[in-house]
């Protein structure tokens, strides 16, 4: 069982930079493929990015493809979401999630994950 815990949420200006950041405890997260999901107040959980469980192949969504980037670093059991050119609508609640899918649409699909962190607030504002 992995537990992942995500970090580097903050409160930034329109066109600003974050970098998130998940750990994970127990296994290893190269075991795994890792997606990264958000959800803003009153809305559904929905897909960000995700990588395969060797991190060589990537998807995106429409909304963020080309400003965020996704990166697993298995020396620190760590993966990453690289979000540039923040926008208003970025604004959510990001989640860190692992499961066992490797298929696109299972990697896009909140009910393909097994495991969950707590979830780190990112707000862009002026």
């Known amino acids: 069982q992995v537990q992942p815990v995500e970090s580097g949420g903050g409160l930034v200006q329109p066109g600003e930079s974050l970098t998130l950041s998940c750990e994970a405890s127990?296994?290893?997260?190269?075991?795994?493929?890792v997606g990264w999901f958000r959800q803003a107040p009153g809305g559904l959980r929905e897909f960000v990015a995700a990588?395969?469980?060797?991190?060589?192949?990537?998807y995106y969504s429409d909304s963020v493809r080309g400003r965020f980037t996704i990166f697993k670093e298995d020396s620190n059991n760590t993966v990453y979401l690289q979000m540039n050119s923040l926008q208003p609508e970025d604004t959510a609640i990001y989640y860190c999630?692992?499961?066992?899918?490797?298929?696109?649409?299972?990697?896009?699909?909140?009910?393909?994950?097994?495991?969950w962190g707590q979830g780190t607030q990112v707000t862009v504002t002026a």
């Open positions: 999630a692992a499961g066992s899918g490797y298929l696109p649409n299972d990697l896009q699909d909140v009910a393909r994950y097994d495991y």
């Open positions: 990588a395969v469980r060797s991190g060589f192949v990537t």
């Open positions: 127990g296994r290893t997260l190269r075991n795994y493929a």
